[in-house]
């Protein structure tokens, strides 16, 4: 893999990173669920914060994270496939760095055991991996054939960042989604083999391997039955959206720029309703705005750059333009849209935090625009 990184302009670019992001990156899904709660939190997601700090382990007492790499490769000898973490964290801890592997389960299993892959004959490549991936933890061949592989590999890859970066400190930690806390068991007899007695929503160790203290962590998302159905059938309407703004005014707001320009607008029956579409059988991240007399949105209420509302006036002929209304705009609120948002700005769009926003009519001349500037070839 390469060694440079882009900065995430929210959970969907998560999605980019996945082997196969048609199958992987559903609601429900691990994938989706893992990216959604972590972009969310300023830091930590409250739940790991909330184990780490209960632990009584002072490394985790205050946890700050420098980095995150979503699906993470790990090259491995013995082969081509890395392992692919589902997300690896840097982070200083009381001063000391500490690397995190972090495995995102709802109801898949942590994959076939040892024995089941190597197989009856194993080849060269599977004997030198196995036999890499022991010597990284200290543990021997017997000891683990009825293990779960990606567990070996997951917890190895923690171990191996840490020693790259000279931290003294790893953990491997699975944040799972499913209120029954299914696979645990597996996760338990593997923690096991360290001495260690784990516990769901705890932290384990340390127990030194090679120099390193490795902790091993599960941590449970608590999602109620009835708010998870809620949540599932609310993403696929515009109501998740709004309820993706931090304040109730920006909400509110949301939902008054979706009314004015499907119904109050001079253009309102020209609409046409870009949330409704799919690309490689996933739903748009937005709720998008097209002119039936054109192919393009000229408005987003989106979830990417942290959620925003996005004025697509087209780089091809408007990008100075665009330039000029981002600053009108920034005047306007008082606020310079670039200092909230780190990653490249988008030639040709202009960006709207709703938070800063008084009153649609500060901001509803300039939809107005976009619309027209959108048509314009």
């Known amino acids: 893999m390469g060694k440079f990184f882009v900065p995430s302009k929210g959970a969907m670019s998560w999605r980019e990173c996945l082997a196969d992001s048609e199958k992987q990156w559903k609601i429900g899904y691990s994938a989706y669920s893992l990216a959604n709660c972590w972009e969310d939190a300023n830091n930590l997601p409250f739940c790991i914060e909330k184990v780490f700090k209960q632990s009584k382990l002072p490394l985790f007492n205050n946890v700050e994270v420098l980095y995150g790499f979503p699906e993470y490769k ?37 994959g076939e055991t040892i024995d089941s892959w190597l197989g009856d004959n194993p080849s060269e490549g599977k004997r030198t991996r196995l036999e890499y991936l022991l ?26 960042e840490a020693r790259k970066v000279n931290a003294n400190n790893s953990l491997m930690l699975v944040h799972s989604f499913s209120d029954a806390g299914k696979w ?28 390193i203290d490795l902790y091993f962590g599960w941590v449970t998302e608590v999602l109620a039955v009835k708010k998870r159905e809620i949540n599932q059938k609310v993403a696929e309407s515009k109501e998740y959206y709004y309820s993706l703004f931090k304040t109730e005014k920006a909400r509110k707001l949301a939902k008054e720029i979706d009314n004015y320009i499907c119904k109050k607008s001079s253009y309102k029956d020209e609409v046409e309703d870009y949330h409704q579409r799919y690309k490689n059988g996933v739903r748009t991240d937005c709720i998008g705005y097209v002119s039936k007399k054109g192919s ?12 925003s509302f996005v004025l697509h006036l087209g780089k091809k002929l408007h990008a100075e333009t665009a330039k000029k209304i981002q600053k009108e705009i920034d005047e306007l609120l008082g606020n310079v849209y670039e200092k909230s948002d780190q990653t490249r700005l988008t030639p040709g769009e202009v960006y709207i935090r709703l938070e800063w926003v008084d009153n649609l009519e500060q901001i509803a001349s300039f939809i107005d625009k976009a619309y027209e500037m959108r048509l314009q070839k």
Not at 78 to 89: E, F, H, I, T
């Open 184 to 211: 645990f068991e597996d996760y338990a007899e593997f923690v096991k083999l360290f001495h260690l007695s784990p516990k769901k929503d705890g932290i384990v160790g340390p127990v030194q391997v090679n120099g």
């Open 296 to 307: 393009y949105k000229f408005a987003t209420i989106t979830a990417a750059r942290k959620v």
């Open 74 to 110: 790990v090259p491995l000898p013995g082969g081509n496939a890395s392992s692919q973490n589902d997300l690896y964290v840097l982070a200083k801890a009381n001063n000391e760095l500490l690397t995190i592997m972090v495995e995102g389960k709802v109801s898949e299993p942590f």
């Open 135 to 160: 010597y990284q933890l200290g543990l021997d061949k017997e000891s683990v054939l009825n293990q779960r592989y990606q567990l070996i590999h997951r917890a190895a890859s923690t171990l191996l």
